[in-house]
């Protein structure tokens, strides 16, 4: 099932328009160093969903929260504006958790190669218990 092209560049298309009004327009002190990292837009046009990600703390995060639904109204209004579509999408804005999760498989792939590295330190000048190759061949079942 493919996505409805027209969401699609609607979505990219409020993307911009978010991200350039948080860079120019809102003026809120509350807000942090947001970065809009995706848009997505349901088929019929009437709902858009804004994931943002911010550099900071836990007060940050929920600073830059408050700031974006008290500026949801005019975020709104500009993107009627510039889409020119019939009916504006209404706006949610969700943080986006990818850069967590990111962190988190990081750690764990860290972790990984520290456990690998102290199995090889204890495998090196060992030899196997018993035959090196213990897998019957062609030459076993002639003799």
């Known amino acids: 099932m493919s996505e409805n092209p027209r969401a699609r560049r609607l979505a990219d298309r409020i993307k911009e328009i978010v991200a350039q009004m948080l860079d120019t327009r809102i003026k809120d002190p509350r807000l942090g160093f947001v970065t809009v990292t995706d848009v997505r837009v349901t088929g019929d046009l009437q709902q858009a969903s804004v994931f943002y990600t911010v550099l900071g703390s836990d007060e940050d995060r929920d600073?830059?929260?408050?700031?974006?639904?008290s500026a949801k109204g005019m975020i709104r209004s500009e993107v009627g504006k510039?889409?020119?579509?019939r009916l504006t999408p209404t706006i949610d804005f969700?943080?986006?958790s990818v850069?967590?999760?990111?962190?988190?498989?990081?750690?764990?792939?860290?972790q990984a190669r520290l456990r690998d590295a102290e199995l090889a330190a204890l495998r090196e000048g060992?030899?196997?218990a018993g035959d090196a190759d213990?897998?019957?061949?062609?030459d076993d079942d002639t003799d």
């Open 63 to 69: 600073g830059t929260a408050a700031a974006l639904e």
């Open 82 to 85: 510039q889409t020119g579509v």
């Open 94 to 96: 969700h943080l986006d």
């Open 99 to 110: 850069p967590e999760t990111a962190a988190h498989l990081d750690e764990a792939l860290s």
């Open 126 to 128: 060992k030899s196997p």
């Open 134 to 138: 213990p897998y019957r061949t062609s």
